[in-house]
Nanobody, 126 residues
């Protein structure tokens, strides 16, 4: 199982980025896939998750209305479109796979993450 995040970079406040997560070694539509982030000195924060069974999504309150998660099961890629970026969005962003059997799905409980990648750095700065 591999999850490789990319697309991070330096962006000004109010700007946009699209992160990509290339998933391999498993069947993407069998698992909930999400994103979490970690900034220096701060706790890990679940950002977004998508449940493949019903297409429902979940977002942290801090990103609702600004971030959108989507997936392409043909290419095995999960995306995180980030608009209206703020200074507080600066962090290392990781995509993760949620283990099978979790219910309800996409609640951002760290015990439910079974694989995640090394992350991509997003820096929001003027």
């Amino acid at each position: 199982v591999q999850l490789q995040a990319s697309g991070g970079g330096l962006v000004q406040p109010g700007g946009s980025l699209r992160l990509s997560c290339a998933a391999s070694g498993f069947t993407l539509d069998h698992y909930a896939i999400g994103w979490f982030r970690q900034a220096p000195g701060r706790d890990r924060e679940g950002v977004s998750c998508l449940n493949p069974r019903d297409g429902k999504t979940n977002y942290a309150d801090s990103v609702k209305g600004r971030f959108t998660i989507s997936r392409d099961d043909v290419t095995g890629t999960v995306y995180l479109q980030m608009n209206g970026l703020k200074l507080d969005d600066t962090a290392l962003y990781h995509c993760y796979r949620e283990r099978v059997g979790v219910w309800p799905r996409c609640q951002f409980a760290e015990r439910d993450y079974d694989y995640w990648g090394q992350g991509t750095l997003v820096t929001v700065s003027s």
